[in-house]
């Protein structure tokens, strides 16, 4: 959890994406274990308890605090987040200090705005003693689960997503990498071709200085021939060759032979510069290509991966799907062998009862005979018993509602004859609550309600008899007995 946590949550400081309109919808709620202390105090109380338990100061490095943020839709309640906080404690000890739902946060896009609506839960992530929850004792990907089932969204698929995540990493950042090359390698190459060009239009001029060079050579020559066959003086001659010479010297040495050195230099460097940057381009091609082999290997390792995971989840499917089956079969044959601790009394009609899904979690919609059908919550551990198969839905229903099924028992019989009570009172004696029956005897005699107890069968107690009778005598009621 980042030290400006809470900064952020109740809106302490003014950010630029938030809509101030909006704000005054956000919510907040405070775990009263937690509320008027500071994270700081929060932290000083563990690091206390750490101390009491250790008998040293806590490790600067330890995780106290951790922050979630859960996307949500427009429909969601702070009750339903406060039942995913009981959940989260019940099911890994985690704490949840404050919950804060933001609705102000989105971005306008060029017709409407868009709301980024989430939850915000900061959490106390010690034990008791002070240390911190290990990871292992809180997986993530179990968090999620309980988030969807709890705010009643859609689950994701799970998978290994740590290892394929950092293959995903990988393979994108080998892709940033191979684009930024083979730009590099298209700029390298258009530079190479440029190279390329103005060589050979040094070339090109190079050879044209040339032809002209051996063309005033050629007239330089010719001239020097009519001089000589020129009657004059030797002398003469001389000087006018020895001007000659110099034409030929200032024409292709001073000019021509200069800036065809000049250039021949040029075509010279180009081509050193052409060869280092050849040099570049190979070397840069061999990086592409082995960076290439390397993503496409990824590629297959994340493929194969991704059917080793797929496979493992369809058999693990397969695998529960047949401890269900099997856990079901071994239900169905106990209510045939042990029906007495299996079935339900007739007054409960089993058959219309079933367990659907609420905004809170899991119900049961119990049919009860004499009452009107009623919604009976359950709790997340219990349902999850229940899909399972490792209880039924009749030992489901008479761990919550005990009294209701009681009263009905007890409505029933008191208007039977002795006989057909006597019938009654035996059958119950072959269902999950057999102890009513000598519980029932006591109190029809005193024609009283039958008092409903707890935790008798399945996690259920009836009060004894001579509780009931002890509780009859003191209302004023003659027991005999």
């Excluded at 005990?402 to 072959?430: C, F, Q, W, Y």
Aim: proline fraction near 3%; glycine fraction near 4%.
């Amino acid at each position: 959890m980042k030290p400006s946590s809470e900064i952020h949550n109740l809106r302490l400081k003014e950010l630029d994406y938030v809509r101030k309109d909006l704000t005054p919808l956000n919510e907040s709620w405070f775990d009263p274990r937690y509320e008027g202390r500071s994270i700081a105090e929060i932290r000083d109380d563990i690091a206390k308890r750490y101390k009491e338990a250790v008998g040293q100061k806590v490790q600067t490095k330890m995780v106290m605090f951790k922050e979630g943020v859960v996307v949500i839709d427009e429909n969601t309640t702070m009750e339903q987040l406060k039942n995913l906080a009981v959940a989260f404690e019940e099911k890994f000890g985690i704490k949840t200090m404050q919950i804060h739902i933001h609705r102000d946060e989105g971005h306008q896009n060029s017709k409407e705005w868009k709301p980024n609506l989430h939850a915000h839960m900061t959490f106390d992530w010690t034990k008791p003693n002070g240390k911190s929850i290990p990871s292992k004792e809180t997986p993530y990907a179990k968090m999620q689960t309980i988030t969807a089932e709890v705010l009643g969204m859609e689950r994701g698929v799970s998978s290994d997503v740590e290892h394929l995540n950092a293959v995903q990493y990988k393979n994108k950042k080998e892709g940033e990498r191979l684009f930024a090359l083979q730009q590099q390698n298209t700029e390298l190459q258009g530079q190479v071709e440029q190279y390329q060009q103005s060589n050979e239009q040094l070339r090109s001029e190079n050879e044209e200085l040339l032809l002209k060079a051996e063309e005033i050579r050629k007239a330089v020559a010719a001239l020097e021939d009519e001089v000589r066959k020129l009657n004059i003086t030797r002398k003469g001659k001389q000087a006018v060759l020895i001007a000659l010479n110099k034409i030929t010297n200032m024409f292709g040495k001073s000019d021509l032979q200069l800036e065809k050195e000049q250039l021949q230099a040029k075509v010279e460097d180009g081509e050193k510069k052409l060869a280092v940057w050849q040099l570049k381009v190979e070397k840069l091609q061999a990086d592409l290509e082995r960076r290439t082999a390397e993503r496409d290997a990824a590629r297959k390792e994340k493929a194969t991966l991704e059917r080793t995971v797929s496979q493992k989840d369809k058999e693990i499917s397969n695998l529960e799907s047949d401890l269900i089956k099997s856990r079901k079969e071994s239900l169905r044959l106990g209510r045939i062998a042990e029906p007495w601790n299996h079935v339900l009394p007739d007054v409960v009609k089993i058959d219309r009862c079933h367990v659907v899904r609420t905004p809170r979690g899991h119900a049961i919609q119990l049919h009860i005979e004499g009452n009107n059908p009623t919604l009976v919550n359950v709790s997340y551990e219990n349902f999850e018993r229940y899909r399972k198969a490792e209880i039924s839905l009749d030992h489901l229903i008479a761990i919550y509602a005990t009294h209701e099924i009681d009263v009905a028992v007890a409505r029933k019989i008191r208007g039977m004859s002795p006989t057909e009570r006597k019938v009654a009172i035996a059958k119950l004696a072959n269902t999950l609550f057999h102890a009513l029956s000598v519980i029932l005897y006591p109190a029809l005699a005193a024609n009283v309600s039958v008092s409903h107890g707890t935790n008798g069968y399945v996690g259920i107690r009836h009060k004894s008899l001579d509780e009931i009778i002890q509780e009859l005598r003191e209302q004023g009621f003659k027991v005999h007995y």
